[in-house]
T-cell receptor, first 112, second 115 residues
Framework: EPEVTQTPSHQVTQMGQEVILRCVPI?????FYWYRQILGQKVEFLVS????????KSEIFDDQFSVERPDGSNFTLKIRSTKLEDSAMYFC??????????FGAGTRLSVL | AQSVTQLGSHVSVSEGALVLLRCNYS??????LFWYVQYPNQGLQLLLK??????LVKGINGFEAEFKKSETSFHLTKPSAHMSDAAEYFC?????????????FGAGTRLAVHP
């Protein structure tokens, strides 16, 4: 069964460093998303991406964040200068026209 | 605007007992509704979905949910709980407008199952 793959599973970084979280969506999907879940809190929408551009972004998704689909298969989330409050589980999801989103297992980001 | 309210952050049941996890939504457009399950240290797995058509939807692992427009509810049930059902359950809503749509999640309900 096709699945969304995220790497790494756990990323530890120092405050102020740049991190790139990687995702390989399901191959025939057209819509891509990033969500995050701070420990003990609800899952929050960050950004959606379609046709090589951002479709929608939340207020969380400020100038420190960027997304890219560099090679037609990967979908990346970059945090330019990490802050302590960026520590969270980051989930990638993808969907086709049917609007059902399939999630990866997540990347746990720990900012020290 | 859309929102989801899950009543009860923690629910505890005995093995074999009925599971009922409550979800109410608010949506200005016809909603798509979802339940996702998150096992410890894992990602989100789609349990079931309502898009259009039959209001009683069946999902994996014996779960089902009923869309009640008049009550703006989408409660999740399972007749008989198993120990393996212990997990966190998230109700989510998106706009029924095709193409991409962000999911709005509830705060989650942690289900504990006792022997």
């Amino acid at each position: 069964e096709p699945e969304v793959t995220q790497t790494p599973s756990h990323q530890v970084t120092q405050m102020g460093q740049e991190v790139i979280l990687r995702c390989v969506p399901i191959s025939n999907h057209l819509y891509f998303y990033w969500y995050r879940q701070i420990l003990g809190q609800k899952v929050e929408f960050l950004v959606s991406f379609y046709n090589n551009e951002i479709s929608e972004k939340s207020e969380i998704f400020d100038d420190q964040f960027s997304v890219e689909r560099p090679d037609g298969s990967n979908f990346t989330l970059k945090i330019r200068s990490t802050k302590l409050e960026d520590s969270a589980m980051y989930f990638c999801a993808s969907s086709d026209e049917g609007n059902i989103q399939y999630f990866g297992a997540g990347t746990r980001l720990s900012v020290l | 605007a859309q929102s989801v309210t899950q009543l009860g952050s923690h629910v505890s049941v005995s093995e074999g007992a009925l599971v009922l996890l409550r979800c109410n939504y608010s949506s200005s457009v016809p909603p798509y509704l979802f339940w996702y399950v998150q096992y410890p240290n894992q990602g989100l797995q789609l349990l079931l979905k309502y898009t259009t058509g039959a209001t009683l939807v069946k999902g994996i692992n014996g779960f089902e949910a009923e869309f009640k427009k008049s009550e703006t509810s989408f409660h999740l049930t399972k007749p008989s709980a198993h120990m393996s059902d212990a997990a966190e359950y998230f109700c989510a809503v998106s706009a029924n407008s095709g193409g991409y749509n962000k999911l709005i999640f509830g705060a989650g309900t942690r289900l504990a199952v006792h022997p």
